[in-house]
């Protein structure tokens, strides 16, 4: 069997490593705490993020990262994308020569404005055929569930595309390729600033007319900046771009969605991360893509406004006012 080594040991991480197992390889799990891999390693579960889910045996969990890499000649990173930098630093010099990175997060860097896979190319010595992403509407809980899903396998060269396709695709995972790295990985960060605004419409109270014009204009204002960017304007229409926006923004299960519906119920930020542990990327990534959206020329209202809410600046109420009051134009402008 062949080895791969899933760095991050949360939601998703976990339920990729079923993913991965089902298709076949032999994995790796590799976790910040040491009794979360003991845990997994004795339960069968990782009762913390996937309470309820039996893991395969081909999944082994450790803390060790010598260990994780050993052997493995795919990494797939799955940590929160502001500690990326941090977190592959320390684990650079276990990566094993030749070894691919697949990137399963989706942020950006707050100051560099980078995207995981520029973070991934500055700190390793990878050229564009070692990096991988991998995006869609692949909400952690139902994959590890085993409901059927697409998603797409985004690398420059595309014969290292097919050859990831191959290595993820289980009875449950239909994975698509393409070479459009840069539309999957802003399609994935983006759609989690779009969903904290729909979850603050439905914290207002608000339905599914509201819901609807904030997914429809927040695919919009995707495209506009990742084809100023240079992304294949396909991309955005496909599973990484409308596919997981719509099962972001549709789900109680997404963690940005329920943070925006908390903002919209009047909890601060400070409050909602006291309230939980896991990661809600946009909140963090709205003050990133806002700035690259400032720094190529492009309109970005939705980012501004939820940067602002996000912030402290602005209310729900506020911005839901202000997304009606600017100033008309045409759709497609
Ligand atoms: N959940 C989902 O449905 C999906 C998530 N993603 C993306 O995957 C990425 C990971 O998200 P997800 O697994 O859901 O997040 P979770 O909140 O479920 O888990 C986060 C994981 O990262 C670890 N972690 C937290 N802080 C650090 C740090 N400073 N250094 C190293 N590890 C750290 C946590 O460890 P500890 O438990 O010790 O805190 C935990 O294992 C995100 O970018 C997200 O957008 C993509 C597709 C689907
Ligand atoms: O990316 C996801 C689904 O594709 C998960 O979304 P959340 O991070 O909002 O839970």
Known sequence: MSKVAVFGAGSWGTAFSI????????????ARREEVAQTVNAQRENSEYLPGIELPPAVQATHDVEKAMHGADVVVLATPSQSLRANLTEWAPYVEPGAVFVSLMKGVELGTLERMSQVIAEITDAGPERIAVISGPNLAKEIARREPAASVVACADED???MLQARVHSPAFRPYTSVDVLGCELGGAYKNVVALSVGMAVGLGFGDNTTASVITRGLA????????????????MGLAGLGDLVATCSSPLSRNRTFGEKLGQGMTTADIYASTRQ???????????????????????????????VDGRMTATEMMDAFIARDTKAETD
């Not at 709205?286 to 406004?305: F, K, M, N, W, Y």
């Open 19 to 30: 993913v991965l197992a089902d298709a076949g390889n032999d994995v790796t799990l590799w």
């Open 160 to 162: 290292v595309a097919k």
């Open 221 to 236: 204002e995707t495209a506009r900046l990742a084809m100023a960017l240079g992304a294949n304007p396909l991309t955005l």
């Open 279 to 309: 990661v809600a990327e946009g909140a963090k990534s709205c003050s990133s893509l806002l700035a690259l959206a400032q720094r190529t020329g492009v309109d970005a209202p939705i980012a501004h406004h939820v940067d602002a809410v």
